[in-house]
């Protein structure tokens, strides 16, 4: 199960966040857990380069795209591996949707068609889609290209 | 007035007054939603909005149930728009407010035409949304088309219907169930998603039938699994149906091994990482099996990709932990992982070499985790400290290096926790590696002259007090803990005072100095470390009455305080002030056992300090205390061993019993500890008959009831025998639990009067001569073989049969001897075709006893065993021959 995706500006202020799963007592150590966690390690970071941790049996994988900081938690299933996989599919539709690595005024503009590509890509907890021009097309509803 | 123009680039630092965002207010963004029930719809207007409302909820904002249904009413009248990107938002914002029950309705019908609409995406959306919103009833209604949809042409139709399944087996298991035909259909789809999501499913609806689950995985082993996301699915399942099916026990195959080590060679990265870890995860997993899967596991070591290091070394850290040797291979890759940016990867590394290090390694391991220690955080030192401790155990010989390890990250900055994981890590050292003791308590004194936790100080002082005084010259220790007195809070001062005292009563020659110390700590300002120094110089004899300590002193300053604390507070709080002083004689001192529901939630994580001694001398500490107070086994003299706790029942009956065998030099006492499981049931007397005629040499002299058993409240009941002294006696005894049984009723709790006698048979239970050997280690076995005399030495060959692996033979005969493994001998290499096993204890009667074992297997798995026995007294030698023969 994906427990979260995280979305935070460069001061650690959060832009998105999305729980699945996991208690509301609960969302707000994990809220201060990941940005603390980000600003320890993402200094000097690229952009897209992965970092990952482990805290008890759940799994963190996250980035750097831009100004934002990304987020996500998993567990069982979505080992380190597979999250990275889901972190991919993330910074690709966000970079699709902003055009390039954005800034935190950029990503803000295009929030709405942010929440729509995280809609698509992850639903209750489970991963949905995976290519990022499918992803294009069904936030405008449109089918996919293959079909 | 005109603003001076300002070139954008300049103003880069203000770019967050621009945030589209900025002073949202949820009451404002309430009212803007109003647009929503305009005649015109402004579809670009009322996105907007929609993502001013989503961003308020991703921001953790909450609407009132009011605010929510207003905001829902309001968005259902969006659907009236057609257009596209708006309908995409609508879809959104409806699962984001997750309207309640009575609301639905009015959504129902719009989402059931969306779900028949010949736009393919507006289908999936709706089905999306429904399956969020809906219930059993409307379920029912709508299973038709979701079946239906499972094998829709369109991928994202038919992934909708199945996330959608996944969801809803949570909560409406049968109607999912009855979907699996077209699940199963869905599996074999070209569309690499749809096979992900259906085989997902498909696995849950049978995750209980292991029939299925095995012929699902058989079948689609054999055929082609396009999505590497389903493909790790499917290894997942594979190992589970290999964890449940036995194997092929003539050829020893094991059943879809072939298809993991084929998917090692796969094009995606996550299915052959996923393949190698079910390979390493294998019961039983052989060398053999074990191989292909650590060298794709150490390839991936050098990845570019962190998250395929991390992966990787946090599996082959799982291996180290049961097939260290497997993983030696991987060292000099790991080794390069200690400096990775990735802190998590890099404390993987250290922790993964330090089990697989060999004792050369050591010290260059050590130079390179000091460089890296300045630059991780306290959880993850606190783990190397760990492992560090670990290996220290493992090679005593290395003490020095790892011990100044040690005392250096102890003078550098951290937390509580820390600092904590290291001092116990000391103390754990001096008590297990004599050696270690005078430089480990002097890291200790430097650490107390700057320590800011009290908790410490204390723990150190009192630490330092036991074994202080033991050393070469313990005057050396006076000097820091005199400086406590001075520079510390009160609680340390305290402590202080009561070290002092101890090296005062231990140490003769520094009594008189100890007195001049003691005496100007009675002008303390505070009154605990006035009364103590106080205490202390009367019971020491400083007004010249007494010249040598007496056994009063000593028991008191060094003698554990034998009530336990719990007896104690529960008393002190039942005190009520008056005349008559508190009497400490009058509190009980039977030990309360841990009921069934602690001892299920106690940890057995092994502490320093927490509970000195550490783990087994702690239990013998308490069952020595037990014995002495029952009168009847008050002449058994020194208790020499107690086994660990023998079970007599099987988990889950009526009534749990195990029992520990005490071996005195010329009695054995079982104890009994009993369990009633049953609430509705008082029990009383209880006694246990034991039937000797199996075990000729015992005599029984004493027994001690049970007087009262209540539910889920432990109690003892014990049995004494008479045996040879000093001769290590075998037998066989037959137990039947006898006691009264009366009812309890459960809405009062109490007992009725009349009770009816029963028995309740146990099982049978054995004293072997592996009882009679205490597991006591040696630092350095060759020093210690050597300086025994060879004359005493007995080698003799024996052939143990065939077994299912080397290490099952090594443990069988280390259970046998119920000695202790030395210098981490009892660990057996993998691969290996033959161990050596040193191990070392103490017989009945004092006598030290050594013993050397070479394994060898063979192709037929044949196990032959050469044993060499060195000890103070040559039939001792003889008689550990006897126990293997015989055993």
């Given at each position: 199960m994906i427990l979260a995706v995280l979305f935070a500006n460069s001061v650690g202020n959060i832009l998105v966040e999305r729980f699945f799963g996991v208690p509301a007592e609960e969302r707000l150590h994990w809220r201060s857990f990941l940005v603390k966690l980000g600003a320890d390690n993402l200094k000097g970071v690229k952009n897209e380069e992965l970092l990952v941790a482990c805290h008890k049996s759940v799994y963190i994988v996250y980035t750097v795209l831009g100004d934002v900081s990304i987020?996500?938690?998993?567990?069982?299933?979505?080992?380190?591996?597979?999250?990275?996989?889901?972190?991919?599919?993330?910074?690709?539709?966000?970079?699709?949707?902003?055009?390039?690595?954005?800034?935190?005024?950029?990503?803000?503009?295009?929030?709405?068609?942010?929440?729509?590509?995280?809609?698509?890509?992850?639903?209750?907890?489970?991963?949905?889609?995976?290519?990022?021009?499918r992803i294009k097309r069904m936030i405008r509803l449109k089918p996919p290209t293959e079909f | 007035m005109a603003q001076p123009l300002v070139k954008k680039d300049d103003d880069l630092d203000d770019e967050a007054e621009y945030s589209p965002f900025l002073g949202i207010e949820k009451g404002a963004v309430l009212q803007d939603a109003r647009v929503f029930n305009d005649p015109q719809l402004d579809p670009r207007r009322c996105s907007q909005v929609i993502t001013k409302l989503l961003y308020l909820l991703n921001q953790g904002e909450t609407f009132t149930k009011v605010e929510a249904t207003e905001v829902f009413f309001a968005v259902t009248k969006l659907f009236q728009s057609r257009d596209l990107g708006l309908r995409r938002m609508v879809y959104l914002m409806i699962k984001e407010i997750s309207p309640s029950a009575d609301e639905v309705?009015?959504?129902?019908?719009?989402?059931?035409?969306?779900?028949?609409?010949?736009?393919?995406?507006?289908?999936?959306?709706?089905?999306?949304?429904?399956?969020?919103?809906?219930?059993?009833?409307?379920?029912?209604?709508?299973?038709?088309?979701?079946?239906?949809?499972?094998?829709?042409?369109?991928?994202?139709?038919?992934?909708?219907?199945?996330?959608?399944?996944?969801?809803?087996?949570?909560?409406?298991?049968?109607?999912?169930?009855?979907?699996?035909?077209?699940?199963?259909?869905?599996?074999?789809?070209?569309?690499?998603?749809?096979?992900?999501?259906?085989?997902?499913?498909?696995?849950?609806?049978?995750?209980?039938?292991?029939?299925?689950?095995?012929?699902?995985?058989?079948?689609?082993?054999?055929?082609?699994?396009?999505?590497?996301l389903a493909q790790c699915l499917l290894i997942r399942y594979t190992n589970q149906v290999i964890c449940e099916s036995t194997g092929n026990a003539q050829t020893g195959e094991r059943p879809f091994y072939d298809y993991l080590e084929s998917c090692l060679?796969?094009?995606?990265?996550?299915?052959?990482?996923?393949?190698?870890?079910?390979?390493?995860?294998?019961?039983?997993?052989?060398?053999?099996?074990?191989?292909?899967?650590?060298?794709?596991?150490q390839l991936f070591l050098s990845s570019s990709k962190p998250v395929l290091r991390f992966a990787a070394v946090r599996t082959l850290n799982k291996v180290a932990m049961t097939h260290p040797m497997a993983v030696t291979n991987c060292n000099i890759d790991m080794e390069s992982l200690i400096s990775d940016q990735n802190r998590s990867i890099a404390t993987l590394a250290i922790t993964t070499l330090l089990k697989t290090g060999n004792e050369s390694s050591v010290d260059r391991l050590m130079k390179q985790i000091t460089n890296f220690?300045?630059?991780?955080?306290?959880?993850?030192?606190?783990?190397?400290?760990?492992?560090?401790?670990?290996?220290?155990?493992?090679?005593?010989?290395?003490?020095?290096?790892?011990?100044?390890?040690?005392?250096?990250?102890?003078?550098?900055?951290?937390?509580?926790?820390?600092?904590?994981?290291?001092?116990?890590?000391?103390?754990?050292?001096?008590?297990?590696?004599?050696?270690?003791?005078?430089?480990?308590?002097?890291?200790?004194?430097?650490?107390i002259e700057d320590c800011e936790f009290t908790y410490l100080s204390t723990q150190i002082l009192h630490f330092l007090g036991i074994e202080g005084p033991k050393t070469s010259d313990p005057s050396k220790y006076i000097r820091y803990i005199y400086n406590r007195v001075h520079l510390e809070n009160s609680t340390v001062r305290a402590s202080a005072v009561s070290t002092l005292a101890k090296f005062g009563a231990a140490v003769e020659s520094l009594k008189p100095r100890i007195f001049v110390l003691l005496r100007r700590c009675l002008f303390d300002s505070d009154d605990e470390v006035r009364d103590r120094a106080t205490l202390y110089l009367n019971m020491l004899g400083a007004d010249g009455t007494i010249v040598e300590t007496g056994e009063d002193a000593n028991g008191f300053l060094f003698g554990s305080l034998d009530i336990p604390l719990v007896?104690?507070?529960?008393?002190?709080?039942?005190?009520?002030?008056?005349?008559?002083?508190?009497?400490?004689?009058s509190v009980p001192r039977e030990v309360k056992v841990q009921s069934l529901a602690e001892k299920k939630a106690s940890s057995k994580k092994p502490s320093g300090l927490d509970a000195p001694p550490a783990g087994p001398t702690a239990t013998v500490n308490a069952y020595e205390r037990i014995l002495s107070s029952i009168s009847e086994f008050s002449s058994f003299g020194k208790l020499f061993k107690s086994s660990a706790p023998v079970e007599l029942t099987e988990a889950g009956t009526?009534?749990?019993?195990?029992?520990?065998?005490?071996?005195?030099?010329?009695?054995?006492?079982?104890?009994?500890?009993?369990?009633?499981?049953?609430?509705?049931?008082?029990?009383?007397?209880?006694?246990?008959?034991?039937?000797?005629?199996?075990?000729?040499?015992?005599?029984?002299?004493?027994?001690?009831?049970?007087?009262?058993?209540?539910?889920?409240?432990?109690?003892?009941?014990?049995?004494?025998?008479?045996?040879?002294?000093?001769?290590?006696?075998?037998?066989?005894f037959s137990n039947v639990l006898r006691f009264i049984v009366k009812e309890v009723d459960p809405s009062t709790g109490e007992a009725e009067d009349d009770g009816v006698e029963d028995e309740y048979q146990l099982e049978d239970l054995e004293v072997v001569t592996g009882d009679y050997m205490q597991k006591v280690g040696v630092s350095n076995f060759r020093?210690?073989?050597?300086?025994?005399?060879?004359?005493?030495?007995?080698?003799?060959?024996?052939?143990?049969?065939?077994?299912?692996?080397?290490?099952?033979?090594?443990?069988?005969?280390?259970?046998?001897?119920?000695?202790?493994?030395?210098?981490?001998?009892?660990?057996?290499?993998?691969?290996?075709?033959?161990?050596?096993?040193?191990?070392?204890?103490?017989?009945?009667?004092?006598?030290?006893?050594?013993?050397?074992?070479?394994?060898?297997?063979?192709?037929?798995?044949?196990?032959?065993?050469?044993l060499g026995v060195r000890s103070d007294d040559e039939s001792i030698s003889d008689a550990i021959h006897e126990i293997v023969a015989s055993g």
């Open positions: 987020f996500v938690v998993g567990k069982d299933e979505y080992d380190e591996l597979a999250l990275s996989e889901v972190i991919f599919v993330i910074t690709s539709a966000v970079k699709d949707v902003c055009g390039k690595p954005p800034t935190e005024r950029l990503f803000l503009d295009k929030y709405g068609r942010i929440c729509l590509c995280l809609d698509e890509i992850v639903w209750t907890g489970l991963l949905e889609n995976t290519e990022k021009d | 309705i009015i959504v129902t019908s719009s989402l059931m035409k969306d779900m028949n609409s010949k736009t393919d995406m507006y289908r999936a959306n709706a089905i999306r949304v429904l399956c969020r919103i809906t219930d059993g009833t409307l379920l029912t209604q709508i299973e038709r088309y979701l079946k239906q949809a499972i094998v829709d042409k369109n991928p994202v139709v038919a992934s909708a219907a199945l996330v959608s399944g996944i969801h809803l087996l949570q909560t409406n298991p049968e109607i999912v169930k009855r979907w699996s035909n077209e699940v199963q259909e869905a599996v074999q789809s070209r569309a690499a998603l749809v096979q992900f999501h259906a085989l997902a499913l498909l696995h849950q609806i049978r995750q209980n039938d292991r029939l299925a689950v095995s012929k699902l995985v058989t079948t689609l082993t054999k055929g082609s699994v396009r999505s590497p060679r796969h094009k995606s990265e996550m299915v052959i990482f996923e393949a190698a870890r079910a390979i390493t995860e294998l019961n039983g997993v052989t060398s053999r099996e074990l191989t292909p899967a650590i060298t794709v596991l220690m300045s630059d991780i955080a306290d959880e993850f030192k606190i783990v190397v400290v760990e492992a560090i401790r670990s290996l220290c155990l493992k090679f005593p010989l290395k003490y020095r290096a790892l011990m100044n390890f040690l005392s250096n990250i102890l003078r550098e900055e951290g937390g509580f926790e820390y600092k904590k994981a290291i001092v116990d890590s000391v103390v754990i050292l001096i008590r297990d590696i004599p050696d270690a003791k005078e430089s480990g308590l002097l890291h200790l004194c430097e650490f007896n104690l507070e529960t008393s002190l709080k039942n005190y009520v002030p008056s005349d008559e002083p508190f009497d400490i004689s009526e009534y749990a019993v195990n029992v520990v065998k005490h071996i005195f030099d010329r009695h054995l006492v079982f104890q009994y500890n009993c369990t009633n499981t049953i609430q509705e049931q008082l029990l009383e007397n209880i006694t246990v008959i034991a039937d000797s005629s199996e075990a000729e040499d015992f005599a029984e002299v004493a027994s001690k009831p049970l007087r009262s058993l209540p539910y889920d409240s432990p109690g003892q009941t014990f049995l004494a025998f008479e045996k040879p002294e000093g001769v290590p006696a075998v037998g066989k020093n210690a073989w050597e300086h025994m005399d060879p004359d005493s030495e007995r080698v003799d060959e024996y052939g143990l049969g065939p077994r299912e692996s080397l290490v099952e033979a090594v443990n069988a005969v280390i259970n046998l001897l119920g000695m202790q493994p030395c210098e981490g001998t009892e660990v057996v290499p993998s691969n290996s075709r033959s161990h050596t096993c040193l191990l070392s204890g103490v017989f009945i009667g004092n006598v030290r006893v050594l013993v050397r074992l070479s394994f060898g297997i063979d192709g037929q798995k044949e196990v032959a065993m050469k």
